[in-house]
């Protein structure tokens, strides 16, 4: 369970969802997205990178982020990518080893492994949850049903 350390354990999973309404508070739209970027990136040691997307057309724009540095990948179209699978299958995807993934778009060098958590609005992805991690398999299927969780709550205050 080494690589396991840093990973989100259930209790602190629970706690989290709690923590992030009050750090949402009232907002709604691009102002509680930015607030739910801050708050997992800064909350769990395992996110080293959050996004979130939002579906335009046939692409995925960034929409609001948080971690040490900005990704040059601000437009993915859907399709492409990890983000742009996720998106495409209305799936979350979790990837331990972005190295051995063919569809990986690198943002940064020391991204390990990676998690997609699509947002859905009346049955349609109108977004995505995306979390580079500088671990190998740094997320489980908590941290898949927790951020599966969190998109429900954007999705809840989308605009
Ligand atoms: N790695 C993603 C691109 C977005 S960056 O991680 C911020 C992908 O493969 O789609």
């Known amino acids: 369970m080494k690589a396991s350390l840093n990973r ?3 209790e ?3 706690e989290l969802l709690v923590k992030l309404d009050a750090a949402v508070g009232g907002s709604r739209g691009k102002a509680s997205r930015d607030a739910m970027v801050k708050f997992l990136n800064s909350s769990v040691p395992s ?3 959050v996004g979130i997307y939002l579906v335009e057309g046939k692409d995925l724009i960034l929409d609001a982020w948080a971690g040490p540095a900005a990704t040059e990948h601000t437009r993915i179209p ?3 990518g990890v983000c ?3 998106a495409k299958a209305g799936k979350t995807e979790i990837v331990s080893d972005v190295s051995k993934d063919p569809r990986y778009l690198q943002c940064f060098l020391s991204t390990r492994s990676e998690i997609v958590v699509p947002i859905f609005s009346q049955g349609s992805v109108v977004g995505e949850i995306d979390i580079d991690g500088d671990q190998l ?3 489980s299927s908590l941290d898949r049903e927790f951020l599966e969780a969190v998109a429900r709550k954007a999705a809840s205050i989308w605009s």
Request: hydrophobic fraction near 50%.
């Open 8 to 10: 989100l354990a259930r």
């Open 12 to 14: 602190q999973a629970r």
């Open 47 to 49: 996110y080293s990178w």
């Open 78 to 80: 859907i399709g492409k």
């Open 84 to 86: 742009g699978f996720a």
């Open 137 to 139: 398999d740094a997320f």
